[in-house]
């Protein structure tokens, strides 16, 4: 039987999220959590896990550049403890560290213009980096868990 993921790259203000399954181990983004409301935002992530019958949810998990936890870790850690309580999902932590900056740079390169700042204020606003980052944590984790027909597949074209 085929298992779920749904990654998320927490926020304050946006959620980003991304699916894949353990036979293609290929991670997707899809479209962030952006409600103005925390709650409303929640209540995303909830239809996410319905609609897509996830079973294990992959947490990005924010450790300093010298491996130290910091205060964002221990929000992600209020966060991951209202994911279990109100899911009842294993939930894994995955080190997270410059998983926006890829993110934004794979999106830059693609990007005709470069890396115009009026573009990427865009894709921040509207969860799109966040929910390529999410794709990032995941295909991370499916590569270090030799998830999938291939421990190290090609970059998949990351679509929202």
Do not use: W
């Amino acid at each position: 039987m085929s298992r779920n993921f749904l990654a998320i790259d927490y926020g304050s203000r946006r959620i980003g999220l991304a699916h894949g399954d353990d036979e293609l181990g290929i991670a997707m983004p899809v479209p962030a959590a952006t409600e103005a409301d925390e709650a409303e935002r929640l209540e995303h992530v909830a239809r996410e896990i319905r609609i897509r019958k996830i079973t294990t949810l992959v947490v990005g998990y924010p450790v300093n550049m010298d491996g130290t936890c910091g205060y964002k870790t221990r929000e992600v850690d209020a966060f991951i403890a209202e994911l279990e309580k109100r899911f009842a999902l294993p939930v894994v932590r995955v080190d997270e560290t410059l998983s926006s900056y890829e993110a934004e740079s794979r999106m830059s390169a693609k990007r005709k213009g470069g890396n115009d700042a009026r573009a990427r204020k865009a894709h921040r606003r509207t969860g799109e980096i966040d929910s390529r980052a999410a794709a990032v944590i995941l295909q991370d984790y499916f590569n270090a868990s030799g998830v999938g027909g291939n421990a190290f597949p090609s970059e998949p074209d990351l679509l929202l």
